[in-house]
Nanobody, 128 residues
Framework: DVQLQASGGGLVQAGGSLRLSCTASAYTFAGFADYAIGWFRQAPGKEREVVSGISSSGDNTYYADSVKGRFTISRDNSKSTVYLQMNMLKPEDAAVYYC??????????????????WGQGTLVTVSS
């Protein structure tokens, strides 16, 4: 199964910015452009939660209330990459961030159980 790889995490001060990237694993994922992609995060002791999602075409996006106005999701299908621009970061944004593939092209679900191709996440640490 293809795994998606999240990268771009790091340590940032509150109010700072990071851009996360989600790419397919080493070999070409020819169907990347056919699937919605979701970004999720999981903080220690908490359940995995959705952060944002984007349809295969990029026309439809979703943001959790906690990140609206601060995070922006986008995709470049020619590069098989989905981005998550995170601005005005808060300590409560600290978590391991994951990306995963939705069940199809439209963004019809944001429940983690409906997503596949999870890879290793990337750690975001926000200092206050």
């Amino acid at each position: 199964d293809v795994q998606l790889q999240a990268s771009g995490g790091g340590l940032v001060q509150a109010g700072g910015s990071l851009r996360l990237s989600c790419t397919a694993s080493a070999y070409t994922f020819a169907g990347f452009a056919d699937y919605a992609i979701g970004w999720f995060r999981q903080a220690p002791g908490k359940e995995r939660e959705v952060v944002s999602g984007i349809s295969s075409s990029g026309d439809n996006t979703y943001y959790a209330d906690s990140v609206k106005g601060r995070f922006t999701i986008s995709r470049d299908n020619s590069k098989s990459t989905v981005y998550l621009q995170m601005n005005m970061l808060k300590p409560e944004d600290a978590a391991v961030y994951y990306c995963a593939r939705g069940p199809g092209g439209p963004l019809v679900t944001t429940h983690p159980a409906d997503f596949n191709s999870w890879g290793q996440g990337t750690l975001v640490t926000v200092s206050s």
